[in-house]
């Protein structure tokens, strides 16, 4: 079977954004409920999270034979677990900063991830593995391999871009 670069490139930058963006929409909503009040959310200009990107793709690797959305939900809630606290460890001792905490949840874990959240993401995950994969394979193979090739590399140029400029922003303040 030849891999179709263009098409591979479109489908990793198209579900790294939409997964980026989920979790951005789902922390402004959070924060909304929560506090009334709007906050952008995560470290980008734009409105994409890559913590929950990286997230998806690291679900893709582990969980990428087909398996039932039962199992997902309970791989994905105990593996974004265990990333949630991770990151948020590492993070903290990059920038110095504290991105998020769960003080005051309920079935919070350590502060630094909930059992309420971890459902979430279970939740999110069944979702990207039955509608966005899907979607991303069925928008490929529709579009044209050259605006594939274009809008692949546009999202990674502008998101890297984006990652670079906050990046340096955290890191002298």
């Known amino acids: 079977m030849k891999i179709n670069y263009s098409r591979t490139l479109f489908r990793y930058a ?7 963006f989920v979790g951005w929409i789902y922390e402004v909503v959070t924060v909304w409920i929560l506090f009334h ?9 734009l409105p994409i999270i890559p913590i929950y990107s990286f997230g ?12 039932t959305p039962l ?8 593996i974004t677990t265990v990333f949630e606290l991770a990151a948020s460890y590492l993070l903290e001792f990059i ?7 769960y003080e005051g ?5 350590l502060d630094r991830s909930s059992l309420i959240s971890s ?5 999110m995950a069944v979702a990207y593995f039955y509608m966005l994969r899907p979607l991303s394979k069925k928008v490929s193979e529709k579009l044209p391999e050259a605006a594939c090739f274009g809008t692949g590399l546009f ?13 340096a922003g955290n890191l002298s303040q």
């Open 119 to 123: 459902s979430i993401f279970g939740i």
């Open 105 to 109: 949840w309920y079935f919070s874990i």
């Open 95 to 101: 920038f110095h900063d504290q991105f998020w905490t």
């Open 37 to 45: 009040r709007f906050e952008n959310r995560g470290m980008l200009h």
């Open 155 to 167: 999202l990674t140029a502008a998101i890297l871009t984006d990652t670079v400029i906050s990046i």
């Open 71 to 78: 199992f997902i939900f309970a791989a994905a809630a105990v």
């Open 56 to 67: 998806a793709f690291m679900l893709l690797a582990i969980l990428r034979k087909k398996r």
């Open 14 to 20: 198209f579900e790294f954004t939409a997964a980026g």
